[in-house]
Antibody, heavy 120, light 107 residues
Framework: QVQLQESGPGLVKPSETLSLTCTVS??????????WSWIRQPPGKGLEYIGY???????NYNPSLKSRVTISLDASKNQFSLKLNSVTAADTAMYFC????????????WGQGTLVTVSA | DIQMTQSPSSLSASIGDRVTITCRAS??????LSWYQQRPGEAPKLLIY???TLQSGIPSRFSGSGSGTDFSLTISSLYPEDFATYFC?????????FGQGTKLEIK
């Protein structure tokens, strides 16, 4: 079955860059039927779409984060990645990667999530 | 951005009850609406997409309806495992946005 797993540092200092990777198993990131998404959830709060990438390299970012976000895809490793620069405490959140069918726009397979804390 | 407003924000109910959660979009989103369930410490789980299509493996006691700006999620008879937080999400326009969540608690 399809599984997604986030990895990366759990603690990032303010003003630095948050970097996370999502490793996909049971499916290929080059499958044209899906977008590959990043979504975050601050502790005790709601969900926020960060953005997504298509296998062609085309991306779509939330305008609220667009100036700080880069999502990339590595087909050779079957992974996609998130970089968020100039982080502040407001970026502390659980970060989820997800597989998002193009036909519905509804992420149907999620990673378990990884908590990233921004603190000195 | 399209704003998604859920009501109620919290709801107390008993096992076996029928409950309905509503979600209103700030502009028409056709049927580009999904519902998720999230239990504490877990990732969200997709229940319904395209407003009314049940995701594979989801029990038939869950159903969705609506189009345009007004949508609802109904659980026909609550099971213990249904007590969780529910979110709606629109995929009509970028950025995709979520409702603030409805916490369903045991009465």
């Amino acid at each position: 079955q399809v599984q997604l797993q986030e990895s990366g540092p759990g603690l990032v200092k303010p003003s630095e860059t948050l970097s996370l990777t999502c490793t996909v198993s049971g499916a290929s990131v080059t499958n044209g039927g899906y977008y590959w998404s990043w979504i975050r959830q601050p502790p005790g709060k709601g969900l926020e779409y960060i953005g997504y990438i298509y296998f062609t390299g085309s991306t779509n970012y939330n305008p609220s984060l667009k100036s700080r976000v880069t999502i990339s895809l590595d087909a050779s490793k079957n992974q996609f990645s998130l970089k968020l620069n100039s982080v502040t405490a407001a970026d502390t959140a659980m970060y989820f990667c997800a597989r998002d069918p193009r036909i519905s726009g509804a992420p149907s397979t999620w990673g378990q999530g990884t908590l990233v804390t921004v603190s000195a | 951005d399209i704003q998604m407003t859920q009501s109620p924000s919290s709801l107390s109910a008993s096992i076996g009850d029928r409950v309905t959660i509503t979600c209103r979009a700030s502009q028409s989103i056709s049927s580009f609406l999904s519902w998720y369930q999230q239990r504490p410490g877990e990732a969200p789980k997709l229940l319904i997409y395209s407003a009314s299509t049940l995701q594979s493996g989801i029990p038939s006691r869950f159903s969705g309806s609506g189009s345009g700006t007004d949508f609802s999620l109904t659980i026909s008879s609550l099971y213990p495992e249904d007590f969780a937080t529910y979110f709606c999400q629109q995929s009509h326009s970028s950025p995709r946005t979520f409702g603030q969540g409805t916490k369903l608690e045991i009465k």
